[in-house]
């Protein structure tokens, strides 16, 4: 859960104020419940994994979520205020109707999100809200247990504010551990709302002691998956006082020992600077704010369902099995509810499932049409997102978007998306991604074989619309070819390459190399090198061609040109000396320079002019910029055309520090004009360009 931030034509998001949901979820309430001795933790099984085996989160999860209902002005769904939908009875009837429909194709959390704890007890751990749930946690969790199904629940990261009690809190367990013990001298708050938590200092030994101590109540009522929320750096936060990362290494190793199995997950937006403490200690990440609108409907496309094509990206390399990027909730099943169209509602669980992200669904499931239920239950969707293989997109210049996997029989999963106003055609060209010769095409929507396709597939979407194909070469070669080839550095006398690494049936790959006019240049052992020795202001066509330990070798890659720079090296042009307009605006920053232009976006662009190279073709730009958010989209203008430019962003509100991507920018020989801008977003804030 998140107050979600919202983006205009300013240039850094803004948080909106959520008061009836902030007013009854986040604020606990008041009523005390006598508290209790703490549960025992459960005996495991010796053949039941712990949080340390290799069972869990093997494939990313499916099930069911109540926040997208807690969160939403629906009429009627929250009748007396933001979270109310939130009880015993409602969370029971969706249990009992994912265990008689959904269970069969695999969906079998039920995750109970903010809003049940009532109050906390005399050792500062939660007690469950009587009035919603009358009957205690355990017995939530042994109804669904006994429907073969799986009970999530929800923390908020820190010691929440009325869990301190002045201090004077005992911690269980311990014998001269208090609340006091746990927090900074200055009580500092943490968490992505700094209304909510006290940051724990875990240089106290009582730390991790009050951390077992709540592992060992969920435990004690069989809870078998936790989200921990508000975390950073992330939920667009960064600063010191919002690092959790030794809150999420508490909770890990508190899950673990308490010897119950259990899914750990973190929320939101969490920075893909620390990926590596995410993979290490959680089962899987969300990667952007909630999908949620906060409105009359549960989503709306624009709100931030579009944004997750572009802001799973840089987080694709870091799914696999044990931990999972998490794109939020699957809020696709009702058409009255959901508040987006047919042809959207597929394009969500497309990209859902080419990621291979956890698939949860949102909805009220006593209030699913048909067409809803048709999508969630096509079992061939399904196994993509359950195959555990992250697709990638081939390009994202503009609105016609193709991702691909490559499957481990051969096959390939590709999606054609429409993210465009207007209906469009969208064409999978096959050696883009590695795929040699012809190929079997099925729609995997409709169930329906296509015949075959040679070299490439053109489908017709409409707004918004997609087609998730597998595609089956008819004749498998035994190596295939490298994918998705793209320049990554140039100096006057180099060109530095990475690409997608290639398949072998019957050995491994071992190298690559790589060709340019027909004449080898360069080999590698991995998916990127260097070649050197070029001439400066030369343009130069690449290929690379895989082979395998027994010496097979794959066809060609797709082709790619790139000019080196001029002999006395590319030139840095500051943004801070281009012309903004439009309320975009030159601030201070810890970037090239000390300046960056910022705001830019709606009416704000920024102006570059002459940028200036010797010979005409694609060029390698260095574009140095910087981006707090999750990811940002400008559409950069090139002496008169224009494509879409995503980079990806740092989720902890960091506007200071400058980051650098490599953009391929065709410009003519002289002077060019670049210009940065977005009609309907807001775009990174630029610091500089090197051409």
């Known amino acids: 859960m998140v107050v979600r931030p919202t983006s205009g034509k300013t240039g850094r998001r803004k948080f909106a104020v959520l008061a009836g949901i902030a007013a009854s979820v986040l604020t606990l309430s008041a009523i005390q419940i006598p508290a209790t001795a703490a549960p025992a933790a459960p005996t495991q099984d010796a053949a039941a994994p712990n949080n340390a085996g290799t069972q869990i989160a093997q ?11 807690e969160s939403t002005n629906y009429p009627g769904v929250n009748p007396t205020g933001g979270g109310s939908w939130l009880n015993e009875e409602h969370v029971l009837q969706q249990a009992d109707i994912l265990a008689a429909k959904f269970k069969q194709h695999g969906y079998e959390y039920v995750n109970i999100d903010a809003g049940w704890v009532g109050s ?51 911690i269980f367990g311990t014998t001269d551990c208090h609340t006091r013990d746990l927090v900074y001298p200055d009580l500092r708050q943490t968490s992505g709302w700094d209304n909510q938590s006290y940051q724990i200092n875990f240089a106290s030994p009582c730390a991790q002691a009050y951390i077992q101590s709540e592992a060992d109540v969920l435990a004690g009522w069989g809870v078998d998956f936790l989200k921990l929320d508000g975390v950073g750096p992330g939920s667009f936060k960064g600063d010191a006082a919002h690092d959790n990362t030794p809150d999420v290494k508490a909770w890990s190793a508190a899950l673990k020992k308490t010897g119950r199995p259990m899914q750990f997950v973190l929320s939101w937006s969490l920075s893909h600077n620390q990926i590596d403490t995410w993979k290490a200690n959680s089962n899987g990440w969300r990667i952007d704010t909630d999908v949620e609108c906060y409105c009359d409907t549960l989503v709306t496309w624009n709100n931030s369902v579009k944004g997750r094509w572009n802001d799973v990206v840089q987080y694709i390399p870091d799914a696999g099995p044990g931990h999972w990027n998490n794109l939020d909730s699957l809020d696709v099943g009702s058409g009255k509810m959901d508040g987006i169209t047919e042809a959207e509602r597929q394009s969500y669980m497309t990209l859902w499932a080419i990621e291979a992200a956890p698939l949860y669904l949102g909805d009220d499931l006593t209030q699913l049409d048909d067409y809803g239920t048709k999508l969630l239950t096509n079992d061939e969707v399904i196994a993509v997102d359950q195959a555990g293989v992250p697709a990638k997109p081939v390009s994202q210049k503009s609105d016609q978007q193709v991702w691909y996997a490559r499957n481990a029989d051969g096959s390939y999963t590709v999606a054609l998306f429409n993210l465009g106003s207007a209906p469009a055609s969208v064409t999978a060209n096959f050696g883009d991604f590695g795929l040699t010769g012809a190929a079997k095409a099925r729609d995997l929507w409709s169930h329906q074989e296509l015949g075959l396709s040679n070299g490439s597939f053109t489908a017709t979407l409409p707004v918004h619309g997609s087609k998730l194909l597998r595609l089956t070469p008819v004749n498998p070669v035994q190596v295939s070819a490298p994918a998705v080839v793209h320049g990554t550095a140039s100096t006057p006398t180099s060109v530095s390459l990475a690409w997608d690494g290639s398949a072998s049936k019957l050995a491994p790959v071992t190298g690559y190399d790589v060709f340019a006019g027909g004449r080898k240049v360069a080999s590698a052992t991995g998916t990127s090198t260097t070649v050197n020795g070029l001439k400066p202001s030369t343009s130069y066509t690449f290929t690379v061609v895989a082979h395998d330990r027994l010496g097979r070798s794959s066809a060609a890659s797709t082709a790619v040109s790139y000019v080196t720079p001029a002999a006395s090296g590319p030139v840095v042009y500051e943004a801070e000396n281009g012309s903004p307009g439009g309320g975009a605006t030159v601030y201070d920053c810890a970037c090239s320079g000390g300046k960056k232009v910022g705001y830019i976006g709606g009416s704000g662009l920024l102006t570059m002019n002459n940028i200036k190279v010797a010979a005409e073709g694609t060029y390698l730009v260095k574009l140095g910029y910087v981006d707090g958010d999750t990811s940002r989209s400008a559409v950069v203008t090139v002496n008169g055309s224009s494509f879409r430019l995503p980079a990806p962003g740092t989720n902890d509100n960091d506007w200071n520090t400058a980051r650098t991507i490599t953009v391929p920018i065709y410009l003519m020989a002289g002077n060019n004009q670049v210009i940065f801008g977005n009609p309907s977003d807001s775009v990174f804030d630029v610091d500089q360009l090197t051409a």
Request: glycine share 12%.
């Open 59 to 69: 494939k990313p999860y499916l099930g069911w979520s109540s926040w997208s209902l």
């Open 120 to 170: 906390f007890d005399q050792y500062g751990r939660p007690v469950v809200d009587a009035k919603k749930f009358p009957d205690g946690m355990k017995y939530v969790a042994d109804y669904v247990h006994k429907k073969g199904l799986k009970l999530g629940s929800y923390l908020a990261v820190g010691l929440d504010l009325k869990a301190y009690n002045d201090g004077n809190s005992p």
